[in-house]
């Protein structure tokens, strides 16, 4: 059956043109995709007219406005109601399009996301969730940056929605959930993280919960998801990023000055980088799911490239077809008990 | 001038013998350190014995009581008082000692650090203080874990000490300090960094403040001092450690799936990743300093070898040899009209 996404085609540093590349990409491994594309007309339609195929499975729809990638939120909410990156998620609400993809401006899109389509039944707040390479498996983060507060209640939210991604996503029967502390003993830690474990410890759902986490564990791969605030998530996401790429460029830079015995060994051991690259290339992690949303939004990373942008689009179609929203509104709904539930309106709502 | 370091015989996984064969070591390279050993008498008699020139530089204190690695540190602050730990600190406090080290539990370490020496003028909270490597340089961050709960103010003198520690212990002739956070906007974060910044902004201290980084700044060098909460400053720590250890790993890994080819050029560029592995040397940042007490402790990481403990008392010496306590007090008594004064009461004290 096919399956329409909604595409911001002027999201991201390199937008148009990786959106149309990346849908194109998209299309050739997914040939029951469709989409719709919001943006300039002027620009989009030559893109699309060089490539017939992605043309013939595309509807573009000319908006003249986008928001800008540092616009403030609040303000690209009020005023941006005829953005490139509203109108693709305005095409979600209206069932249109069963999902909507940005490399845009994040909290933008966020702001958007939420005010369009609200949250899940038992969901406060969506979180960004993406996958991250461990050393055992890859494993599921969240939230990546869209609560810089947050309360035991939403760390709890953030445990249910991300066992359900790691069990619907990564095909994990049982996925083991840590919550990201500076130490693993019981004691360690603010009310925050301690108030989220002793919900997740009362918790009669079957979920496999671990206790506290290090960092090194989530390197690691010590459980499969792990749940933070976003502002602490954000942080170690990027730390995580910035070591990788430092230790990259450390490599390459101690090559160049090794002479010809270290030139010779790089040649020979060539297969051996490559292979290492494509394990940790981004691309392939990209695409975050903007989980507990009422409908289906990823935000692709605004600096990735064409392959990148349609790793973002498999995501979300993947998200869609594996019905990923409503398992977690089955989840959801054995949440209640579990949750504190501080009077009577308030348990019936 | 000789300078004497107090030492927790008894703390750390490999304790007492990476102890005083770190003690040993750091003695080879600063032959004016005199050493007070704090300890099991009967674990380590016979390990100084083994070493006379250690033996004629070190005395030994007997005590049979140690701090557990994992005991809650507000018992081991009531209950510790003969450990080895406790008496290591109080010989700091009564000026028998220069510094302290210990490689043992850091959070019992702590408690009893500000029990006994309390902290400099003008600091609320000491936090705890490494040097890390980074892209362009070695950077100070702090607090790694101290305070996970933190105020604006504390965020503010973590920046103040910071930024002495790199100027005095790094040489940077006018470090820029930036406060950890989710993106690099004015905007971003929450209430207790934006705080920070506004202080910091309007500090009339020589101050460089960069403003907000993000965790892919830190790694890149972007500036000298990382300023972050202890909560948020372990996850950054462990997670760099972490990305850096599952790196190396999946190098490993792949050269040895890699077969003859890549065997041989592992084998011509093996000088590569020996330098390599030097530069990130976890035991070439090892010893992590106590900021803002009034005394130079210093934590030695609890799984670290002699080398790496002798790296920490190194540290201590040159804290103390540099003057970087007293420096942070001239330093703090500038910042008093930076620093909110609710009161006149409290402006006197």
Redesign the interface.
């Known amino acids: 059956m096919s399956l329409t996404i909604a595409l911001d085609g002027m999201g991201g540093d390199a937008a148009p043109g990786i959106v149309v590349d990346g849908a194109a990409q998209a299309l050739e491994r997914h040939d029951d995709l469709r989409f719709i594309l919001f943006g300039d007309e002027a620009r989009l339609q030559p893109l699309l007219a060089a490539r017939p195929q992605l043309a013939a499975r595309c509807t573009l729809r000319h908006t003249p406005d986008f928001v800008a990638g540092?616009a403030?939120p609040s303000l690209a909410l009020r005023q941006g109601r005829n953005t490139s990156m509203r109108l693709a998620i305005n095409a979600v609400k209206d069932g249109e399009a069963a999902a909507a993809v940005s490399a845009g401006n994040t909290g933008a899109l966020m702001a958007m996301a939420k005010f369009v389509l609200k949250t899940l039944p038992g969901v406060d707040r969506p979180a960004i969730t993406s996958v991250m390479?461990?050393?055992r498996h890859p494993i599921v983060v969240l939230d990546l940056?869209a609560n810089?507060?947050c309360g035991p209640e939403h760390l709890f939210q953030f445990a249910v929605m991300g066992e359900v991604f790691a069990r619907v996503m990564l095909g994990v029967e049982k996925p083991r959930v840590g919550l990201?502390n500076?130490?693993t003993?019981e004691?360690k830690?603010?009310d925050v993280v301690r108030g989220a474990a002793t919900m997740l410890r009362g918790s009669d759902l079957p979920i496999d919960f671990h206790g506290f986490v290090?960092?090194?564990?989530?390197?690691?791969g010590v459980v499969d998801v792990v749940v933070?605030d976003?502002?602490?998530g954000?942080?170690?996401?990027?730390?995580?990023?910035?070591?990788?790429?430092?230790?990259t460029?450390?490599?390459k830079e101690?090559?160049e000055v090794?002479g010809l015995?270290?030139k010779?060994?790089?040649?020979?051991?060539?297969?051996?980088?490559q292979?290492?690259k494509d394990?940790?290339d981004p691309r392939r992690y990209n695409g975050a799911m903007f989980l507990g949303l009422n409908g289906v939004v990823v935000k692709s990373h605004g600096g990735t490239d064409a392959l990148g942008f349609s790793a973002a689009i498999a995501t979300a179609a993947d998200l869609v077809r594996k019905g990923t929203n409503e398992r977690i509104i089955e989840e959801m709904g054995g949440t209640k008990p579990a949750a504190p539930v501080p009077d009577a309106q308030a348990a019936a709502s």
Chains 1, 2 share one sequence.
Not at 234 to 247: I, P, Q, R, S, Y
Not at 264 to 273: K, M, Q, T
């Open positions: 540092d403030k390479p461990a050393r940056g810089v507060d990201l500076v130490g003993e004691l830690g603010d290090e960092g090194t564990d989530v390197t690691e933070t976003g502002f602490t954000n942080v170690a996401l990027k730390m995580a990023e910035g070591t990788a790429a430092m230790f460029a450390a490599l101690a090559f090794g015995r270290a010779l060994g790089y040649l020979l051991a060539r297969p051996v980088f292979a290492l394990k940790f």
